[in-house]
């Protein structure tokens, strides 16, 4: 007989209040922890989860309290997904990779604009997607095995 | 959100006392900073030594702080944790920055 594959799903929703986003970090430090990863991934993941529902809260809702912010995590075989739904504003451009700056000019550092670039070094995928007046960022990290000395 | 300063002689110490510098703070540590800076603090030392986590918001709240300065003082960092150093590493933050291991360190390099 076949066994399926172990997949667990947990469900997080919060309002969109950037104080509660340490909550959803803290579930997603919890659910990384469980995966046998090193400690610098799961404070990446926590990171990266934290940087999407911040994105949410501050643009897809303007920063406006009283929205919902769904955080969907799946662990399946080898690899983490997580989505960050909002029904807000969507984001017309999603560039995780473009952040450039040059460091010796400190008047012209950026201030913002940093968290999907931040996102995009992170995670091994991300996929925005907006339809029916929902949008998801889907991310996805793929959990090697840690190497077991012989 | 709670922070601690101290004047050794031009350099004005900055300790942030809480855990996290995030989105949910980055407008008040950014508030702080810039009150710092009109008095004429010029040469801010930022201990985040007890800071677990930072953001990418709470980052530009340090960047801004730093562009408030107009070219005309500096910033150093002392204390970052691995996790805080990722987030500066990422984002090339580490080469803007002076960053020390501890405000000991930081000190010397100064005197």
């Given at each position: 007989m076949k066994i399926a594959p172990e997949k667990r799903t947990v469900t997080i929703r919060i309002e969109s209040n950037l104080e509660d986003v340490?909550?959803?970090?803290?579930v997603a430090r919890?659910?990384?922890?469980?995966?046998?990863?090193?400690?610098?991934?799961?404070?990446?993941?926590?990171l990266a989860v934290s940087e999407a529902v911040n994105n949410a809260i501050l643009h897809a809702y303007r920063d406006e309290p009283g929205h919902l912010v769904e955080v969907k995590f799946t662990q399946q075989e080898d690899e983490l997904t997580i989505d960050v739904c909002d029904q807000g504003r969507p984001m017309t451009n999603?560039?995780?990779?473009?952040?450039?700056?040059?460091?010796?000019d400190p008047l012209r550092l950026p201030e913002r604009g940093m968290g999907l670039f931040i996102i995009g070094e992170i995670m091994d995928e991300a996929v925005y997607r907006s339809s029916r007046a929902k949008n998801?960022?889907?991310?996805?990290?793929?959990?090697?095995?840690?190497?077991v000395a012989p | 959100m709670q922070i601690e300063e101290k004047k050794l002689g031009n350099l004005l110490v900055v300790t942030i006392l809480d855990k996290r510098l995030d989105?949910?703070?980055?407008?008040?540590?950014?508030?702080?900073?810039?009150?710092?800076?009109?008095?004429?603090d010029r040469l801010i030392l930022l201990d985040i030594?007890?800071?677990?986590?930072?953001?990418?918001?709470?980052?530009g709240a340090i960047v801004s702080s730093l562009k408030r300065l107009s070219g005309r003082g500096d910033i150093l960092i002392s204390g970052a944790r691995e996790a805080v150093m990722r987030l500066f590493k990422l984002t090339r933050m580490n080469k803007v920055f002076r960053m020390f291991e501890s405000e000991?360190?930081?000190?010397?390099a100064l005197s």
């Open positions: 340490a909550l959803v970090g803290a919890m659910l990384a922890s469980r995966l046998s990863l090193a400690e610098a991934d799961i404070g990446d993941i926590e999603f560039e995780p990779t473009a952040f450039g700056y040059d460091s010796a998801v960022l889907t991310m996805t990290r793929r959990i090697k095995p840690r190497r | 989105a949910s703070v980055a407008y008040e540590f950014k508030s702080q900073m810039e009150t710092f800076i009109s008095r004429g030594s007890q800071v677990d986590f930072i953001d990418s918001s709470g980052l000991n360190d930081a000190i010397a």
